[in-house]
């Protein structure tokens, strides 16, 4: 059983670009979570969604960002006009039911803008 | 609302002697309770969690911490540490209903051969 599928590891944008970041729940999980981790911070919540629907995204900051999580694929983080801020480790978790169950983390990915 | 602080951002322990990473949470309702080990550009990975029950929690790696909620603290130990066991440790707090996890700043654990 693969566990959270996150790609690119590592992504570069220049500043005004748009970054496109993925991720495949563990097989069985409906749940999916999505952190930002600044350099020298711990996680931040962001945003969760369940399958078509975002139950939670007080996380997210208003501008620019958008998450998805359609019925068949991965899940989306999209950030448009990227800029030097965003720079930071993006994970996404999931849980096979929410309300504290364990949350598995993929292994992230590392946005660049330069 | 909950929040988590983890007291020291850098530790530094010799080999084989005891690890204890600090911290200490706040929580309206009855809180569960997780640490999670992040070694250099990986994931998260579970080391131990308290959701109900038994206050000692045993995790993997001989990592075990105690859900003490007079001193609403939930702190790591290891009695004897590996130079494998150098890592970032996150400690992090959610609520049954809530589903976002809330974590510390980390500490960094350094092992001294």
């Known amino acids: 059983n693969a566990g959270v599928m996150q790609n690119p590891r590592h992504l570069v944008r220049r500043r005004g670009q748009e970054a496109r970041l993925r991720c495949s729940p563990m097989?069985?999980?409906?749940?999916v979570y999505w952190y930002r981790q600044l350099p020298e911070e711990g996680l931040k919540f962001m945003v969760y969604?369940?399958?078509?629907?975002?139950?939670?995204e007080s996380g997210m900051p208003k501008e620019r960002f958008s998450a998805e999580f359609p019925k068949e694929g991965p899940s989306i983080l999209r950030i448009q006009q990227v800029v030097r801020g965003d720079s930071a480790a993006y994970f996404c978790?999931?849980?096979?039911?929410?309300?504290?169950?364990?949350?598995?983390f993929g292994q992230g990915t590392r946005l660049t803008v330069v | 609302a909950q929040s988590v602080t983890q007291l020291g951002s850098h530790v530094s322990v010799s080999e084989g002697a005891l690890v204890l990473l600090r911290c200490n949470y706040s929580s309206s309702v009855p809180p569960y309770l997780f640490w999670y080990v992040q070694y250099p550009n990986q994931g998260l990975q579970l080391l131990l969690k308290?959701?109900?029950?038994?206050?000692l929690v045993k995790g993997i790696n001989g990592f075990e911490a105690e859900f003490k909620k007079s001193e609403t603290s939930f702190h790591l130990t290891k009695p004897s540490a590996h130079m494998s066991d150098a890592a970032e440790y996150f400690c992090a707090v959610t609520q049954v209903g809530n589903e976002k996890l809330t974590f510390g700043t980390g500490t960094r654990l350094t092992i001294i051969p």
């Open positions: 978790a999931s849980s096979s039911q929410g309300g504290g169950a364990e949350a598995f």
């Open positions: 097989k069985g999980h409906s749940h």
């Open positions: 969604l369940q399958k078509e629907n975002i139950i939670d």
């Open positions: 308290y959701t109900t029950g038994a206050t």
